[in-house]
């Protein structure tokens, strides 16, 4: 038979004896999406290309005005069998200020594919802190656990599959 203790096991409240701290979280996160956002500088240069380009930017006067129709289209209307608003309020604001040059528009995605770089990092760890191997204080202090979180934010930034949003 089992010798258990008496005492029924207790688990910590998310966030009362984590180590790590939330500042720290930040700073990975922020240096995750600077590292995204540096090895992307360089699709500044870039023109744009002959895939969907023409048909999601060159050639598609809907994003050329934004007003109540063009939000309406953006948010009702499947365009090369997508629907996908925010991508076309995204590329309508880039026309506004950029007109059709494409460093506008790479800029504008390279830092929100940066942005998202950071988010996936806050996720990562949000959800290691949810998790049962991460309620040990040891993890939490040893330093795999931000290299965790790091590769966590490189994998979804800086992995080939992810250049089409750059």
């Not at 800029?107 to 802190?129: E, K, Y």
């Not at 949810?130 to 590769?151: F, G, K, N, T």
């Amino acid at each position: 038979m089992l010798n258990r203790p008496n005492k029924p096991m207790v688990l910590p409240v998310i966030g009362e004896s984590m180590q790590i701290s939330r500042n720290r979280i930040i700073k990975i996160a922020f240096f995750a999406g600077l590292v995204c956002f540096l090895l992307y500088l360089r699709a500044l240069s870039c023109d744009f290309v002959n895939y969907d380009d023409p048909d999601y930017v060159l050639e598609n006067p809907a994003i050329r005005l934004i007003d109540g129709e063009f939000l309406a289209w953006a948010f009702t209307t499947p365009y090369m069998g997508w629907l996908m608003p925010l991508t076309w309020i995204s590329f309508a604001v880039d026309y506004h200020f950029w007109g059709l040059n494409p460093l506008g528009f790479h800029l504008t995605n390279i830092i929100l594919h940066s942005i998202n770089t950071a988010l996936v990092v806050l996720i990562a760890d949000s959800l290691l802190r949810r998790s049962q191997v991460s309620r040990d204080d040891e993890w939490q202090e040893s330093h795999l656990y931000p290299a965790m979180l790091l590769l966590a934010g490189f994998l979804w930034g800086i992995h080939p599959l992810r250049v089409e949003s750059v």
